[in-house]
């Protein structure tokens, strides 16, 4: 299937990916070519066939309800771009 | 010392014919002059590595010394290492130090190895080539103008050049297996929930698992008996019980049925490379197994399975790098918009964010049934495919790639040429069973790759027939000029 | 126009538990920023999430407690989006496979009726950070110690016609989750969320108009204020011949108003797909049928017990079944005291005036239940009046000591001795002649006041200690 530019530009958005205008026709020729490649899939017939998200069809084990973890902020900080006051920081939010 | 299989410095070491710093001294050594022509390392800390070798030379000396204790291994960067870089091969993370350990770096410290270094890798882990790397390729030791395979290509190259006695590696579609074929080494991806996924830095959820690249099937034994386990840190892990996965490589192959799927020896692979495989095959049947031919009959589906899953699980697995708590952040955001597609836009390299846009459109409203549901219910299927063979058959033999290792640049800029050098090894990930590459030959002085596929947590009985492989042939043993300084 | 509201409400329920929902990090609040954000609350790279059983126990529970369709298989779900205070640029939610299915619960309306509303669904999911605007140079502070603190969201069916309804549907469902001990309640530190979806229609129409949801009123009083100004709103918009458009709005508490949160309108393809991350829950019916053993008597049951045992109307047994601790209180003073009435009565008036006074709860009351039982037993038994009874009660608040103790230290006992009480009868009687005059002269109704009158007298004199029966009994015998 073919997709439109502006359709690569809403899922940039969604991805929250800056894509140069330069870049954008390429990206989107080489997204078709991929789109277009699983397109094969669509010929399968898949009724009744249940989604497989797990290759081991297995269910999920439960964890006692303990805490584990201690405070560790001064070496999560120490790594983060910007911090003040016990806070990551980030461009004013507004809601 | 130098050359020694990671069963014979196990050994070396406990009857103290060498230290561990002195056989950690050699690589490191080996590193700094070899490694500007193969790039297979993105970090090493010569410091660290020396100080865990004294360590585990106190322990040998005390005798209570755990399996590995003292043999150097390569990491590949996807692998969070506590206090040392863990880059993933990306702009994103060139700055990212953990403060804590994957399990599998917890687990190998606890049986005493020492960290050698960080290996090269396609950036997220996502390439077949090692071209996507921010770090610039690794390149391939038997040829520096091949690719050396990917997406682990830094862990193959650094093992096949001698840069480390053996490294680990992930493999979310057969970037374990592929590499090692490229490289002449033995790689293997267990099966999935078999070896913990927490502290590696995650492409897909569903797909992603560590393994073992050695020289041997012997060694890449020893590193899985470390590596596999229940960890109740990741959900996924599984809790079936492990064994001794060097106890069995001697079993004897009489009766062993091996299933030749004829999807697997069909146009798309090359000639030379298929008589390889076919004479690796004949070996095994020399040995007593039984060739049986079988069907995978939903094998075309494989790449455009892969190639919704895969994308998809990245593309949200990938939202974390938002430049607010760590790694890379783009400078003077304006705000928080600008902080999100700049920091991404630029922290992220072409392939990387290709994937996730197509990820991104998979599972967007309108094209989550046509895509990743479908994706889903084809996935069921390639597993039911591979489940009815293992009714008739104990294992199942095929090439892991359609040829060998190609130069680089070739398929850089064709990203479905590129998809398709997985053709064999995505769906054992789809599948989640276990499958290792065996080097089998050579085309045209490149390594060429059988590849043995088990059923879900036999990785005893794939390690068995590869090291009875192994022993009766010596491809494994080969080594590229450039790393012996003579010739094989 | 005359307009119907149709409301939906969606309670975010902070559950109960020591750790978070996917992490071993502690969920206490009030901690300092980040102190309690570990790596995988962080989404450091390589991170993975595991399910906490309590999370899971108590959604069961909130299943079990509405009669809901427990599913036996629930999914987790990625609901991607970026936000700073959301790590992962996803939440882990449940979507097309919800823990609870289908239930409904009872209502008491403030008109004293009842209802059942219905639960369309309930589902764990994991909490957010916050994001904090305080200037830091122009920019926001995130702290993300709550994130990753189990919530249940319960959806309930559009069944609510106005803000009554909606308040007391929450009042009943925090009730209901105290009792089953799900979850603190505690309004102020954010233990219940609620968005409401509110649209309207002509009266007597069927179809349903847009909707707009008023995102994280968070208290009882915000919500029916909340639901009055966007009535008002969306009825002004309507009569203008306007259209409502559906979107996300925030009630300002401040203001008093709603206003459009337009920041989370871009966009919103929330792309859920299963969380890879983590497997299907699956649970069988011995763990269904355990926690169902295992669950305490519920409001309703608990209130019909009280008017079918007790003999309390409903009122009255709804009142004293509001939490489990007050329902346990009464329960041991109408134990204690062996008249049930009598010590409804004492806990709705006396008891509960004291603690709104006090501005606390019965969980602080200085005065024990088996103390206000020894009280009410002196007041059974005639050794004090009902308004002394009032002054010794005072004292047990102030901590003076129990009933009899207060009562002796005072000298409060009531008089029943007749000679003593004679002597002061008399003295009325003698004091008051007029009176007694105008009662041998008066017919039945005027005798009955007058008699009231010398009682008062009596109990004047006596300072409320004297046992106003036997007062009574000698005043007819006298009068004559």
Redesign the interface.
Do not use: C, W
């Given at each position: 299937m073919k997709i439109e530019q502006n359709e690569i530009e809403k899922i940039a958005e969604l991805a929250r990916i800056r894509i140069s205008d330069s870049e954008i026709g390429q990206v989107t020729s080489r997204i078709t070519e991929i789109l277009q490649m699983v397109d094969a899939l669509q010929a399968v017939d898949t009724r009744d066939i249940e989604p497989m998200a797990n290759p081991l069809d297995a269910t999920q084990h439960l964890r006692p309800d303990k805490v584990t973890e201690s405070n560790r902020r001064d070496a999560f900080q120490a790594i983060a771009p910007s911090v003040e006051n016990g806070l990551y920081l980030v461009p004013k939010v507004i809601e | 010392m130098n050359n020694s299989s990671v069963a014979q410095l196990v050994k070396g070491l406990r009857e103290r014919q060498y230290s561990s710093v002195e056989v950690t001294r050699s690589y490191l050594d080996r590193i700094a002059a070899m490694d500007v022509h193969y790039n297979s390392y993105i970090s090493v800390d010569e410091a660290a590595a020396i100080a865990a070798a004294e360590a585990a030379d106190k322990r040998l000396a005390a005798g209570d010394a755990p399996p590995l204790t003292g043999v150097p291994i390569a990491h590949k960067d996807i692998f969070c290492t506590d206090g040392m870089r863990t880059s993933c091969g990306s702009r994103m993370l060139d700055n990212f130090v953990p403060p804590y350990d994957a399990t599998v770096i917890q687990r190998f410290k606890a049986d005493g190895a020492v960290v050698l270094g960080k290996t090269n890798m396609d950036e997220f882990a996502m390439g077949s080539s090692n071209e996507s790397s921010f770090y610039g390729p690794a390149r391939n030791p038997w040829n520096t103008e091949l690719v050396p395979g990917g997406s682990s290509g830094g862990s193959a190259a650094a093992v096949a050049g001698w840069l480390a006695p053996a490294a680990t590696g992930t493999d979310t579609g057969g970037s374990i297996r592929q590499p090692a074929a490229f490289c002449g080494i033995t790689g293997l991806k267990p099966t999935y929930g078999r070896v913990s996924r927490l502290g590696i830095v995650a492409f897909a959820s569903s797909l992603d698992q560590a393994g073992p690249m050695a020289h041997s099937a012997e060694d890449c034994a020893l590193l899985l008996n470390t590596m596999a386990g229940h960890d109740p840190r990741d959900s996924t892990s599984s809790n079936a019980a492990t064994e001794d996965y060097s106890s069995r490589l001697g079993d004897d192959l009489d009766g062993l049925r091996i299933g030749l799927p004829r999807e697997y020896f069909s146009d798309g692979l090359d000639a030379a490379t298929r008589q390889c495989v076919d004479y690796a095959l004949q070996e095994l049947e020399s040995q007593g197994a039984i060739l049986v031919d079988v069907s995978l009959p939903h094998s075309a589906l494989t790449v455009p399975t892969y190639y919704i899953i895969a994308p998809a699980e990245a593309s949200t697995n990938l939202s974390r790098f938002d430049g607010v708590r760590y790694g890379y952040r783009c400078d003077d955001p304006v705000d928080l918009h600008d902080l999100y597609t700049r920091t991404r836009g630029e922290g992220f390299g072409e392939e990387v964010k290709r994937r996730i846009l197509v990820g991104t459109y998979a599972l967007s409203a309108g094209y989550y049934d046509a895509y990743y549901k479908k994706a889903q219910q084809v996935r069921r299927l390639i597993k039911q495919d591979f489940m009815n063979c293992f009714d008739s058959v104990d294992i199942i033999a095929g090439p892991t790639t359609p040829g060998p290792a190609f130069a680089l640049g070739t398929k850089s800029n064709d990203p479905i040429a590129m998809y398709l050098e997985d053709v064999y090894t995505l769906a054992v990930n789809l599948a989640g069973l276990p499958g290792i590459s065996v080097p089998a030959g050579f085309v045209e002085d490149k390594p060429v790759g059988l590849q043995l596929i088990g059923r879900h947590f036999h990785e005893a009985q794939l390690l068995n027939v590869a090291h009875r492989f192994q022993q009766a042939t010596d491809w494994h043993l080969r080594s590229p000029d450039f790393a012996t300084g003579e010739q094989h | 126009m005359q307009w119907e509201c149709v409301i939906g409400l969606e309670v975010h329920l902070q559950l109960a538990?020591?750790?978070k929902i996917f992490?071993?990090?502690?969920t206490t609040f009030g901690a300092?920023?980040?102190?309690?954000?570990?790596?995988v609350d962080?989404?450091?790279?390589?991170?993975?999430?595991?399910?906490?059983?309590?999370?899971?126990c108590h959604a069961v529970k909130f299943g079990v407690g509405i009669g809901a369709n427990v599913n036996k298989r629930s999914?987790f779900d990625?609901k991607?989006y970026?936000?700073?205070d959301l790590?992962?640029?996803?939440q882990i939610s449940q979507f097309e496979a919800p823990i609870v299915g289908r239930g409904s619960f009872e209502v008491l309306m403030e008109d004293g009726s009842t209802r059942d509303i219905g639960i369309t669904r309930a589902h764990l999911e994991e909490d957010a950070g916050k994001?904090?605007?305080e200037d830091?140079h122009?920019?926001?502070?995130?702290?993300?110690n709550r994130a990753g603190t189990p919530l249940l969201e319960i959806v309930s069916d559009p069944d609510i016609r106005n803000a009554a309804e909606a308040v007391a549907y929450l009042k009943a469902l925090h009730r209901l989750v105290t009792y089953l001990g799900i979850s603190d309640g505690n309004m102020a530190e954010g233990s219940m969320r609620c968005d409401v979806n509110i649209s309207l229609r002509p009266e007597g129409s069927q179809t349903l108009g847009t909707r707009a949801e008023i995102k994280n009123v968070n208290s009882f009083r915000f919500v029916e204020k909340a639901i009055h100004h966007e009535f008002e709103r969306q009825a002004d918009i309507l009569e203008s011949g306007g259209k409502i458009v559906q979107e996300t709005r925030?009630y300002d508490s401040d203001r008093d108003e709603t206003r459009s949160?337009r920041?989370?309108e871009v966009?919103n393809?929330y792309?859920?797909?299963?969380e890879?991350?983590?497997?299907?829950?699956?649970i069988d019916d011995a763990y269904i049928e355990a926690i169902s053993d295992s669950l305490p008597e519920l409001p309703r049951e608990k209130r019909d017990r009280f008017s079918a045992h007790y003999g309390l109307s409903k009122y009255d047994a709804n009142v004293l079944s509001d939490s489990r601790p007050l329902a346990d209180y009464f329960e041991s003073v109408a134990t204690g005291c062996g008249d049930a009435k009598i010590a409804a009565n004492w806990v709705q008036v006396e008891l509960l005036g004291q603690l709104n006074r006090a501005e606390t709860v019965i969980e602080n009351c200085p005065v024990s239940a088996i103390d206000l039982a020894g009280l009410i037993t002196r007041i059974l038994d005639n050794s004090i009046s009902g308004k002394i009874a009032k002054q010794v009660f005072e004292a047990m608040w102030q901590g003076e000591g129990s009933a009899d103790e207060i009562i002796a230290a005072k000298g409060l006992q009531q008089v029943s001795d007749t000679g003593a009480l004679e002597t002061i009868v008399d003295e009325v009687l003698g004091a008051n002649a007029g009176q007694v005059q105008q009662y041998l002269e008066a017919d039945e109704a005027k005798r009955k006041k007058l008699v009231g009158f010398f009682v008062g007298q009596v109990m004047k004199l006596s300072k409320g200690q004297a046992n106003p029966k036997i007062v009574n009994e000698l005043l007819v015998k006298k009068l004559v």
């Open positions: - | - | 538990t020591q750790s992490s071993g990090s502690p300092a920023p980040n102190t309690q954000a570990n790596a962080l989404a450091m790279p390589g991170m993975l999430p595991v399910l906490n059983e309590q999370a899971v999914v990625r991607n970026f936000y700073p790590p992962k640029g996803y994001s904090l605007h830091f122009g920019q926001s502070g995130i702290d993300l925030l949160m920041s989370k966009a393809d792309r859920y797909f299963p890879p991350d983590l497997l299907p829950v699956v």
